[in-house]
């Protein structure tokens, strides 16, 4: 025979002996049936008992907020159907007729109070006549399953506080069986020597077993998890350390796969409130980190694309601006070189207004991967800095390297024959381009350098196009190659 129990419910332990009157309702109890005001008002579900016709004769005080009723209001002889909305009181009609139906849901609009929606539970008063409700606000549906093993908890609780008598062994067993084969999350009650105890029907799915190849058997022979042999272990910390809970996501290793759950543990008490084993809840929550792991995916792309340019595939002005910043401050300390090249295509208008944007965007493109297959060190930074221009930067370069790299640049982009028959400066799409070197010191700024590089590149544009100016700290230190 099972040892005498009791559950938690929110840190409050409750015997089975005080649960037994709704799990047999046709107990009598020690006020002739009648329920506690006090300890049903205590309860999260509304409750209410009515008589054979359907007038109430009991509602305690979450029923009345659910139906938006006055906690002091005189409700006697009051027709439980007219609490209803009038699209539901055929149902409860038909239920109050035949309890044994499956728990409806129904949608209660109190006045001046935000709609919500309820699963009631209909049963009879042992052998009285009278009918009882339980309701459960599920509103939240993407908490239903849990709310749901709430519901049977909490009606655990009701039963509880209608009845002090004691209880059989099979009555536990009945009260235990009930949660167990609603509920839809896998579930076991573990002794304190980690013997399984008792197993339910979503549990045995989850292991692949069957019951006699699990009841009796150790826990970690069948399911293993990072707690197991660890101080963690729910069996360990609720026998040594007496927590009223204990929660944790984890993967846990079955016959045949891993698969990630979330785990609740509770202590499982007798009658005499004498800690007789640990149940243990496992919730399959592998579509949430498959979720979880799409939106981590989801956040890298984005993060990505806040850095790149979305036509040319470089990175865009943000990005070149926070990595400017950040190299000007680190050669500031090493007192190394810097050099910026700002680049722009001759004649872009032109060629946009000659062979059309689409044409213009997939010149810039070609561009963009000429640059790229030029800069190639992994501490250098290519990026579009604005329409038809573009800016390297070139950390620990002295200012004739940058001159080498901006003329190899020029060099690529010219080698791309792109046809632009209104150019100037050739007969294919050419760049001008401005180079400018500093020993970041606090005299002067990021801005400074790419102001420079832009005179330059003013020049080069002055000089004919298609040709390198570069420019250092002192405007007078100019050179251009062609």
């Known amino acids: 025979m099972m040892p005498h129990i009791q559950v938690s419910v929110q840190d409050d332990p409750v015997t089975t002996a005080e649960r037994i009157s709704v799990m047999d309702p046709h107990r009598k109890t020690a006020s002739g049936g009648a329920p506690d005001p006090a300890a049903m008002d205590r309860i999260s579900d509304g ?18 907020r659910m139906f938006g009723l006055g906690l002091n209001d005189d409700l006697s002889g009051v027709s439980v159907v007219a609490l209803f909305p009038e699209a539901h009181r055929q149902a409860v009609i038909e239920h109050l007729a035949d309890p044994s139906r499956e728990c409806p849901e129904f949608r209660l609009e109190p006045p001046e109070r935000t709609p919500h929606v309820v699963q009631v539970r209909f049963g009879t008063v042992g052998d009285t006549g009278r009918i009882f409700g339980m309701m459960k606000d599920i509103t939240d549906a993407t908490h239903s399953r849990r709310q749901f093993q709430e519901l049977q908890m909490d009606m655990e609780v009701v039963m509880a506080r209608s009845s002090q008598m004691a209880v059989e062994a099979e009555v536990a067993s009945v009260e235990l069986n ?7 999350d896998g579930m076991w009650i573990l002794g304190l020597d980690h013997t399984i105890l008792r197993v339910n029907n979503a549990m045995l799915t989850m292991l692949g077993k069957d019951r006699n190849d699990v009841v009796g058997k150790n826990c970690h022979e069948l399911l293993v998890g990072p707690p197991c042999d660890t101080d963690e272990c729910p069996v360990k910390k609720i026998r040594n350390q007496h927590p009223r809970r204990m929660a944790m996501d984890l993967t846990v290793r079955l016959a045949d796969r891993e ?4 785990m609740n543990a509770t202590p499982f008490r007798g009658l005499e409130n004498e800690l007789v084993g640990v149940l243990v809840n496992y919730r399959d929550i592998t579509d949430r980190h498959l979720a979880e792991e799409a939106l981590q995916r989801a956040n890298a792309e984005l993060e990505r694309m806040a850095t790149i340019d979305g036509l040319t595939g ?4 943000r990005n070149l601006d926070t990595v400017l910043a950040n190299e000007w401050k680190r050669l500031a300390r090493e007192q190394g070189p810097l050099s910026a090249i700002l680049c722009d295509v001759d004649f872009f208008k032109r060629y946009n207004d000659t062979y059309g944007h689409q044409m213009g965007d997939d010149c810039l493109k070609a561009v963009a991967e000429a640059i790229r297959g030029t800069v190639r060190r992994p501490a250098d930074l290519a990026a579009r800095y604005g329409g038809e221009e573009f800016c390297i930067v070139l950390p620990n370069t002295v200012s004739d390297g940058a001159v080498i790299v901006a003329d190899q640049i020029r060099r690529a982009v010219h080698a791309l024959s792109i046809t632009h028959r209104n150019s100037d400066a050739a007969p294919v799409v050419t760049l001008s381009l401005g180079v400018a070197t500093m020993v970041p010191t606090a005299d002067f700024s990021p801005a400074d350098l790419i102001e420079t590089a832009d005179l330059a ?12 100016v570069f420019k250092g700290a002192d405007p007078s230190d100019a050179k251009a190659t062609d």
């Open 457 to 468: 590149l003013y020049e080069a544009k002055e000089g004919g196009r298609n040709r390198v």
């Open 47 to 64: 409750y209410w008992e009515a008589t054979a016709d359907g007038r109430l004769t009991y509602c305690n005080r979450p029923a009345r």
């Open 314 to 317: 470089l990175c865009n002005r």
């Open 178 to 184: 009930q949660v167990f084969n609603t509920t839809p």
């Open 259 to 262: 698969m990630p759950v979330s």
